[in-house]
């Protein structure tokens, strides 16, 4: 193009100098020719000075015209190398702009001051499709006029940026966008549009949401939780933090360095510790000596971790509880170890005491019996019926005597055995244990009931002294029945399995229902009912070896149920 008007400019200047020479040949030729003032020839090399001057004076006028038209050319050839200058940069910064716009994320739309779309986006396109020359609330949102809430009007009203956040929702959960308008205006300040971006920050919403919980979850934490910069110096922290150390805010503690909350010497000790050996691994983890705002000082738990950037991220936790427990474990822990050689020394103590009932009560015991049925056997026909009686006496107080020995060295190794747990059939242990009272007592009639296949998880030799002495018990006190009971079977009650031997005997009074479990305690006369009152004691230390329950129910001449449990098979 700048050649071309070139060209046109010598162009021009070749025509000019072509009609100079033209007009000089012409006036030649008609001075020479048609008025006679000469020949041609003569015209040409020797003109007279007043055709001469004139002449001149033409070829003068030509040359003002060419160098006018010259400057005029040139004028107008700047003119338009501007305009194309002009244009090629206005095209150039519209595929620019385009170009930006078209590689945005954003929707992004201009609408005129009636809300006309003059331009969409690619983006704005894809998503909403092409609406260029309609209304936006047309187009966008179906609705009649403007819409009641938008950003663009108000930025038409008063000139400014408007930003709004707004939700919808969606099948994947709540989609949240960003609406930003901003008025375009003239080079006279007129506002002639207005732009709109809408951007999808759903991701961020969700972000922020988690964020938040998880900010919240740190301000919950009972640990101090802080991030301090590469200095040292407080970022953030936490209620917790601040509260350990004695302060009511954080805003007290922000932007200042931890060493206010040390002692001297432990802060000399931490920065040994944290600066030479958790920079090499990142992190530490240790005790130390912290000191409140109040200058109390109380022991902590500290875990760091050492960012990229130099930055520290500090959990903190007062163990001043912890250390009071673990001094109340110790003690208590020094007081079992003492109980236990108590425990040790008792233990040494009941078995001099078994060893006593074994050997050294029931040696002169044996003898005492043996001299009182010798003396029968010698001086029984010398003796009266006062005598007799007395002997009697001395005899069955031995049997007594040896009775309740056997009872409390029975009583004594349910306390000491060693428990082996086994699946036991109580159906068949009970049943085997009636058939001994039977052959025993084969005079007496008793109806047994019992339901086969009911088994349990115990020790299966406590498991027949527990069944001996309750079956034992119900056979002695269904003695004067005329039509004596004895039933063994189990029921549940509250997903628990309850066994029970019941039978239709004397019965007791619910208000001694506690007592009959303890040693030596009897409800009735041993005159009526023979016994050592250790029975039931037995009963209770076996079950209670199981961590088991036992428990009696019963009524006076109704006779009486005893209950009894054992604990389910762990299932590992």
């Not at 022991?299 to 990229?308: A, C, K, M, N, Y």
């Not at 002495?469 to 004895?486: C, E, F, Q, S, V």
């Not at 479990?517 to 050592?532: A, E, N, V």
């Not at 029975?535 to 149920?561: E, K, S």
Request: charged share 25%; hydrophobic share 40%.
């Amino acid at each position: 193009m700048a050649a071309r008007r070139r060209n046109n400019r010598w162009s021009l200047v070749g025509t000019g100098i072509g009609l100079m020479l033209f007009f000089w040949v012409a006036d030649c030729y008609l001075d020479g020719v048609f008025f006679d003032e000469g020949s041609f020839v003569q015209q040409i090399l020797h003109p007279d000075g007043q055709e001469l001057a004139y002449r001149i004076q033409s070829m003068l006028f030509l040359l003002v015209f060419i160098i006018y038209a010259w400057r005029k050319s040139l004028t107008q050839e700047r003119i338009s190398s501007s305009l194309e200058e002009a244009l090629t940069n206005l095209a150039a910064e519209k595929a620019r702009s385009e170009a930006i716009l078209a590689a945005m994320p954003d929707a992004v739309s201009v609408q005129d001051t009636d809300m006309k779309i003059l331009y969409q986006s690619p983006g704005t396109r894809k998503v909403m499709g092409d609406h260029v020359g309609e209304y936006c609330y047309a187009a966008y949102h179906q609705l009649p006029s403007v819409c009641p809430d938008c950003n663009l009007v108000e930025s038409f009203a008063d000139g400014l940026l408007h930003r709004r956040e707004t939700s919808s929702p969606n099948e994947r959960g709540p989609r949240h966008v960003e609406i930003i308008s901003a008025p375009l205006r003239d080079a006279a300040g007129r506002i002639i549009a207005g732009i709109e971006s809408v951007r999808d920050i759903t991701d961020r919403k969700i972000a922020e949401n988690r964020l938040r919980q998880q900010l919240a979850a740190i301000e919950a934490s009972m640990d101090g939780i802080a991030i301090l910069n590469p200095g040292g110096e407080y970022l953030y922290l936490n209620k917790a933090h601040a509260s350990i150390y004695g302060y009511p805010s954080q805003v007290e503690l922000m932007g200042k360095s931890w060493h206010v909350l040390y002692p001297a010497d432990e802060l000399q000790r931490l920065e040994s510790l944290i600066y030479e050996g958790g920079d090499k691994q990142r992190g530490w983890r240790g005790e130390a000596t912290g000191q409140k705002k109040d200058g109390t000082l109380f022991p902590q738990e500290i875990s760091l971790t050492v960012l990229e950037d130099g930055g520290i991220v500090c959990v903190v936790r007062d163990i001043s509880e912890r250390q009071k427990s673990e001094g109340e474990i110790r003690k208590l822990n020094d007081s079992l170890c003492q109980q236990a050689l108590d425990l040790q020394a008792t233990n040494r103590e009941l078995e001099a005491f078994s060893y006593s009932l074994s050997h050294d009560l029931r040696a002169p015991l044996t003898g005492l019996y043996g001299a009182a049925q010798a003396l029968a056997e010698i001086c029984s026909d010398k003796m009266d019926d006062t005598g007799l009686t007395l002997l009697n006496a001395i005899r069955q107080g031995c049997e007594n005597m040896e009775e309740l020995i056997e009872a409390m060295l029975v009583l004594f190794k349910v306390s000491r055995t060693e428990l082996s747990y086994a699946e036991v059939d109580l159906s068949a242990l009970a049943n085997a244990i009636m058939a001994e009272l039977r052959l025993r007592n084969p005079e007496r009639a008793v109806e047994w009931r019992f339901v086969e296949g009911i088994v349990a998880w115990c020790d299966p030799h406590l498991a027949r002294i527990l069944l001996e002495n309750l079956i034992g018990n119900a056979w002695k006190y269904t003695a004067r029945h005329d039509h004596p009971r004895i039933e063994f079977g189990q029921k549940s009650s509250d997903g628990a399995v309850q066994f029970f031997v019941r039978d239709n005997g004397v019965g007791f009074d619910m208000r001694d229902a506690q007592r009959i479990f303890k040693p030596f305690q009897r409800l009735h006369r041993s005159g009526d009912f023979p016994g050592t009152g250790i029975g039931l004691a037995t009963v209770q230390r076996i079950i209670d070896r199981h961590a088991g329950r036992v428990w009696a129910d019963g009524a006076v001449g109704l006779g009486a149920t005893f209950f009894f449990t054992f604990p389910l098979p762990d299932k590992e």
